[in-house]
């Protein structure tokens, strides 16, 4: 294997991206082969453990307040709904429970405690826990990772130049600046992002390169199609097409090599030819069960008869890296610290997200 590069430019993952599609399949085959067994997929499953009601303005998410759209929102789970629902994931398949909150930030108290919880009765029941809960501070990952998660999850979605045209409340550094607490502790980190959103292709590259040259590079990087949403500002946008992320994912391979590749948000618009080329091109996961947070995917049925048809295999918990330590709370080596953290603001308006908050405003 070889050593992994870091200092990747935009031009070089460009001229990646844009290769002759069979010879960019071939390169990323290439490298899939080399650092994981091609015929395993992890199949993950996403608990949304508190939806709906989010302050921040993510102009793709049904799940921000402002926006008017049809999703349920729903206060915190309690412990033992999500072990019940974690215990039906295992047995159809899954090795990982990824649950995420509609939070700005995670804040000291009541709530993350009962999160808390929810990682240690998860790693107890032998899956990987993975949490996103928006941001977070150095002292509450190391909780986190005291309790037995194994990864957070914190997407960049985007470029770090088309993130002012998606988001307003945060600035791209915020995003890194969690990044970097998480890697103060031991959880892995999972981080990607969304195609579809508006963006041109040197926001691609420059996503890749925002994940690529972290040292070390993102352990999990999920590729999603934007799931355009009714009531968000970017319901209009059209479907992503297959061969861009077929690309999108052979790139991330290529560029990540020993990354987890996670095929997520968009999948029911996909064939499973065209999942099969992307299973091809390197990706390596896929999220399993009816919805993914709010927005519609394959069956666990439908994804058992693909894995049935192309010969894959799930991959088992901790076969990349062991399971962590879960550290009862009596044990615990840190408190909360009611920290409030102040976080960078581009202090910036989105004209799409002020049109789509005012339309919502009109529709109540
Ligand atoms: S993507 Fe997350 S942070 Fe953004 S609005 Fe949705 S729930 Fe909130």
Redesign the pocket.
């Known amino acids: 294997m070889k050593e992994i590069k870091h200092n990747w430019t935009k031009e070089e993952i460009l001229d990646i991206h844009n290769t002759p599609l069979m010879e960019l399949l071939y390169r990323a085959a290439s490298v899939h082969r080399e650092y994981h067994d091609p015929n395993k997929v992890q199949v993950s499953t996403l608990l949304s453990i508190k939806t709906g009601g989010?302050p921040?303005?993510?102009g793709y998410?049904p799940?921000?307040a402002r926006y008017h759209t049809d999703i349920e929102g729903n206060d915190l789970m309690s412990v033992s709904q999500v072990k019940a629902q974690a215990k039906r994931a295992k047995a159809s398949g899954s090795s990982r429970v990824c649950m995420g909150a509609?939070w700005?930030n995670v804040k000291d108290g009541p709530e993350f405690e009962q999160v808390l919880e929810m990682v240690r009765t998860i790693n107890k029941l032998d899956m990987e826990v993975c949490c996103t809960l928006?941001m977070i501070t150095e002292n509450q990952a190391k909780r986190l990772a005291e309790a037995g998660l194994y990864a957070y999850n914190h997407n960049l979605d985007t470029s770090e130049d088309y993130y002012k045209d998606v988001i307003s409340t945060r600035a791209f550094q915020d995003r890194l600046d969690t990044i970097e607490n998480v890697r103060k502790s031991n959880v892995t980190v999972c981080s990607g992002g969304i195609i579809g959103m508006g963006e041109k292709l040197e926001d691609r590259a420059g996503m890749l390169v925002a994940l690529a040259t972290l040292d070390p590079q993102p352990e999990s990087v999920p590729i999603n199609a934007l799931v355009a949403v009714e009531g968000t500002p970017m319901e209009e946008m059209e479907p992503v097409p297959i061969w861009d992320m077929i690309r999108m994912v052979a790139t991330a391979r290529i560029v990540m090599p020993k990354t987890q590749v996670r095929l997520s948000a968009g999948r029911t618009e996909m064939s499973k030819e065209g999942q099969a080329m992307c299973f091809f091109a390197g990706a390596n996961s896929i999220f399993a069960g009816d919805k993914l947070l709010t927005t519609p995917n394959p069956d666990v049925n439908e994804d058992m008869e693909m894995f049935r048809l192309l010969g894959l295999k799930p991959q088992h918990a901790f076969e990349k890296l062991p399971q962590p330590k879960t550290v009862e709370q009596a044990e615990s080596q840190y408190e909360a610290k009611g920290e409030k953290p102040k976080w960078t603001r581009p202090g910036h308006q989105i004209e799409r997200n002020e049109m789509a908050k005012l339309k919502a405003k009109s529709q109540s």
């Open positions: 989010c921040e303005d993510c998410c799940q921000a509609a700005r928006g």
